[in-house]
């Protein structure tokens, strides 16, 4: 029997952008069944213009190249820095850009659903999003989820 | 057999609250059995003053009226603006209130546990919590989540 | 059946470290075969020199002992006293330390897999990290997972 995999992405940061991606793909490419329930700030990784950022702030866990102190990371320019300097690490090691993942993801028959829900609240507009995804509620998602071996929420 | 959703729900803050009163309403209406664990920040969702906040820094990702550089956004205010800001969107937009919807988790028979070791840890006493909610331990917890159908850490 | 469970660390805060090391070390004493999957921040919970921090910025539901606005938040200082300040609590209250539950966790054979991926990425040294770990992919990882009665992404 085909194995399910359930996904919700919360998060609209670059850090947070890549592991559903990354996790759907794999498991798309290892034959699974794979849905992703994007919904607050994880709607963001849906638009077209997909450039999400990373911030240094509160995450003590990020490695930076020189330690910067809380009081230097509010700087303007910081964010952006450490988004430039985290995407060209990927680029330099191989890793696929986010909107490469993301159309496969797409290829690969991943469903990538909108939360309606979200959507409404923060006046998202449909041009806003790629083409190709679905739009749907908690309720069906949790059905698939029900069934699914494997349900995450990033 | 009544398929089962077993929740940990860590976060203590606005956006951090939502998801999991969310899906476990949604789920209970479904007619699943669902439980969630409250354990670290997530325990102050079982507090009677259920006022949580959301923080902007080092949430690139959070949609503002206005961009704001990080500078601005550590000003007294800011947090309680962000906070204040999202509430009357989620009222404007017909959302439950966080109140309504632990309410309606009870009602539902979703059963709120309090992670013991945390009430302990950050010396919460039983009158700050609401009534109606039970307290238990991981081993407990991991126990229901192992015969669960969804089994999400938030 | 030995019932099992998959975890993804993803975060490699102080705060972020102990619900991995505490599930999994729960887990492994009720018979569970536990695997931990440590990527992006997480692999930091790998390190020899295991003394991650944690940051009251952008969580405003952070326990402290006085309320303290982002603006004094970001002052050098405040995120070493606020990690200080949680560990002093956790030993006070007689929570083993990060260190001892991840000892814990590898003499009940929980399995600590480090992503590849993110080695590279970061540039990380076998050297860093402790004996007693694996490596590995998320493809492998995924496989164990959908096999697991309890996945969880933290």
Redesign the interface.
């Known amino acids: 029997m085909t ?1 399910k ?2 996904i ?1 992405a ?4 670059l ?2 952008a ?2 559903p991606f ?2 759907a793909s ?2 798309a ?2 034959g ?1 069944e794979a849905k992703i329930f994007f ?3 994880g709607l ?1 990784l849906l638009k077209k213009d997909l450039s ?4 240094p ?7 930076m190249p020189v330690p910067m ?3 230097l ?4 320019g ?2 952006a820095f450490a ?1 430039w300097m985290m995407r060209r ?2 680029k330099q ?1 191989g ?1 696929a850009s986010l909107t490469e993942l993301r159309t496969i993801c797409l290829d690969s028959n991943v469903e990538l659903i909108a939360c309606q ?1 979200t959507v ?3 006046d998202f507009k449909n041009h806003d999003f790629i083409d190709g995804i679905s739009h749907g509620g ?2 069906t998602f ?2 698939f ?10």
């Open positions: 194995k995999m359930a919700i919360s998060k609209g940061t850090d947070g890549y592991p990354l996790l794999t498991a490419a290892l699974f919904t607050f700030y963001q999400p950022k990373v911030s702030l509160g995450n003590p866990a990020m490695p102190p809380n009081l990371q509010i700087l303007p910081v964010e988004s690490k990927l090691k890793v829900m409404d609240l923060f908690a309720a949790l059905a989820a029900s069934e699914a071996d494997i349900t995450l929420y990033i």
